[in-house]
């Protein structure tokens, strides 16, 4: 669209919530004009739940919003395929090994088949792809150098592996609020820990046994840690101190104050009230999407995941309009009507662009001074901490102003899903149509009995009229007379 107006210059200072300071801060680039931000990964053993990938939405619309502020952007995303235990802490076994077991797999098998159905979603809810995916296991040497390099100082062997003492940097535990003291009840006691949040950087394979997964190092045969793991990668991919550091609300407690212990042990920074010590400027964290029949849970057989979304008949960016609604550090709850409601609001943004592209007047070059209104109230929205709910107003505001050049609207609302990500570029009415699964009848089939139905209608044949719509209700159709959107039928 060579003619279309100028883009919008974002103009407001961007704002972030800093899990570490519990404030609101200006975002201020550690390298000028770039922004590197870190995102912890997903855990390979299983499918991800729908939960876990709004992990990796918010940190996708972070990295948007980096990008239309004009920061080149790094986005490391890691995969950790060794190390997570069942308990984020040093209690239980690692998850890989225990489901390899279960499904009488390798854990390469394992691996590779749930990074490929993590990838799947990735790609299903817009998430755009990192600049880097980080594989753990591809990082073991430099893990095993990181560990040595704070060996003497920070950490001390037990028979079960090397551990690291938490009470030799300052601050550990700021970023949860917690002390070490605090830590028994949380941690599994291992026999010979100087404190209770000691965690272990280097797992050792114990004496007589054969992991499937394990490295040869200076304190044997073993594995590392899963916390080390996201020190070297972000450490290695994005050097100390990077900008923005991401993960779930439950890696505030454990998994990064521990990053950030180790962090501070490798670059020898001292205390936290300088963010930059921890190794990042800035630690985020989305909160949890929550289900009240726990149906999240990986271990409750039909949990939630993408797939039996799209299997109901939900396209998957529903969802993510779904956790566009919230702000992210808020929890939201998860229901089938609260994903019918986001459907339906995609649905009209969708045959809303729909429209404005069929009967577009081309867009006047240099007269786009309405859109500076509502794109400076976007550009707040989003400026302070990500508020995608009042930003997805905005677009959708812009939509409804009648009076503007529709091409120039256009040009405005694909601009602001740049930054949202729904897709509204290329998704049409007919993609959001997903047939269930389980249902046979083909559209065709469907447009047949409904242009029947008209018909009889129209001759007032209200009896024939009725038989077809139960013919349409018995092949799992609902026939929508008078939708306000227009849709004259649904897959039930
Ligand atoms: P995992 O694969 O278990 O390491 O988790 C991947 C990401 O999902 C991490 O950032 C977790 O903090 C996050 N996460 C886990 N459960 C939820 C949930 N119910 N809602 C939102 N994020 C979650
Ligand atoms: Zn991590």
Partial sequence: MSNAPAPFSPVTSLKLFNSLTRQLEAFEPVHAGEARVYSCGPTVYNYPHIGNMRAYVFADVLGRTLSFKGYKLSHVINITDVGHLTDDADAGEDKMEKMARAEARSIWDI?????QAYWADVCALNIRQPARWTVATDYVPQMIEFAKSIADKHCYELDSGLYFDVST?????????AHTDDGEGRIEAVEGKRNAADFAIWRKTPPGEKRQMEWDSPWGPGAPGWHLECSVMSGEVLGFPFDIHTGGIDHREIHHPNEIAQ??????????DLPANSGAKIWMHNNFLVERSGKMSKSSGEFLRLQLLIDKGYHPLAYRMMCL???YRSELEFSWDGLAAALTRLKRLVMAVEELNANASEPRPGQSEWWKEPFVRFDNAISDDLNTAVALTCMEEIVALKKQNRGERVVAVLEMDETLGLGLRHLSRADLRIRPKGVETTEAEIEAILARRKEARAAKDFARSDALRDELTAKGVDVMDGDPLGWEWKLA
């Fill in 111 to 115: 691996a590779e088949h749930y990074k």
């Fill in 325 to 327: 609604q919230a702000h």
């Fill in 263 to 272: 962090n501070q042990a490798f670059c020898c920074t001292n205390g936290l």
């Fill in 169 to 177: 940097v300052a601050d550990y535990g700021r970023l949860a609020r």
